[in-house]
């Protein structure tokens, strides 16, 4: 008996043991992973006709010609000094979706014969748009359009990637989620740990931009179609040495979404357990030297 429960001492030590050697090595990691996002880069101008491209995921969106026209409205100083491109991706809407955003003046409209999702949409306007920077946000417009400015300067002061963040201290909340939803957002926050390192504040919040060398390094190599393709998004700025800035923001929820919280999160859940899986494989590894030579051409 007495030897039993020595075995279950040493056990339980040697467990314990392993488990603070794990969380030390994590912890170097966030570490690396931190100064590494943190750290501004200076880069050649990238590529483009635009100075601004914004895309914009759409499915089943009636009112997307008003999204269309607004973001024309208030983004007009950029069409003025440098030109804008917006970018409408219908996702298999089947509603004249496409039809209207083309009526409004959307200057291209990328159409999908089903709905494939929004990590779908969103990769196909990111590798088709023509902009120096590129960002992408919501078609319902809970991130007002004035606020891509704001995430266009911080591109142009030489950061890779941008992204709002909902649990910024600086974020205001015009009108709240549904409480289920602020639940499943913040669990999933929680789950995304197992697959990124950086310990991000928000992976989903529909507002972000990218230098367009940067856009298309990312995209041409994700693979997610759904909700989870935001947490593949910053698992590869990590992978690749990419800068990130995170930005507060003025939310405003609609009553109107097309996401249903329980089924989406369990998509998410089964895409997070993929990405970490293809990461162990060394599916999104580049050659030594890609990088730089992508992001300098």
Not at 27 to 35: D, F, G, L, M, Y
Not at 86 to 103: F, N, P, Q, W, Y
Request: charged share 30%; aromatic share 6%.
């Amino acid at each position: 008996m007495r030897g039993g429960r020595w075995i279950g001492v040493a056990v339980t030590g040697a467990t314990a043991i392993g488990a603070l050697r794990l969380l030390q090595t994590r912890k170097a990691s966030h570490r690396r992973v931190r100064s590494q996002l943190d750290r501004r880069r200076m880069r050649p101008t990238p590529p483009g006709d635009y100075r601004l491209s914004v895309v914009i995921p759409a499915y089943r969106e009636q009112r997307i010609g008003e999204t269309v026209e607004r973001l024309r409205s208030e983004l007009e100083k950029v069409a003025e000094d440098g030109g804008l491109e917006i970018l409408v991706v219908d996702d298999g809407s089947g509603d004249g979706t496409a039809e209207r955003a083309e009526a409004a003046g959307a200057d291209q409209v990328i159409r999908f014969s089903s709905n494939r999702g929004k990590g779908a949409a969103v990769r196909a306007g990111m590798l088709a748009a023509r902009g120096r920077a590129i960002a992408f946000t919501d078609a319902d417009l809970s991130y007002s359009p004035d606020q891509i400015l704001g995430l266009l300067e911080q591109i142009e002061s030489g950061w890779d990637v941008v992204v709002g963040s909902r649990r910024h201290t600086d974020t205001t909340t015009l009108v709240r989620a549904r409480r289920l939803r602020e639940i499943g957002g913040r669990v999933i926050n929680l789950f995304t740990y197992a697959v990124l390192l950086g310990h991000h504040r928000d992976t989903q919040c529909g507002l972000k931009a990218f230098r367009s060398d940067v856009a298309r390094l990312i995209f041409s190599r994700s693979r997610i179609d759904g909700f989870a393709f935001d947490v593949e998004v910053f698992h590869l700025v990590e992978e690749y040495g990419l800068s990130l800035a995170e930005v507060p923001v003025r939310v405003q929820n609609t009553t109107s979404s097309t996401v249903r919280v329980v089924r989406d999160a369990l998509r998410l859940l089964r895409d997070l357990f993929r990405i970490r899986r293809w990461s162990r494989l060394g599916v999104y590894r580049l050659e030594p030297g890609q990088i730089d030579r992508l992001l300098t051409t």
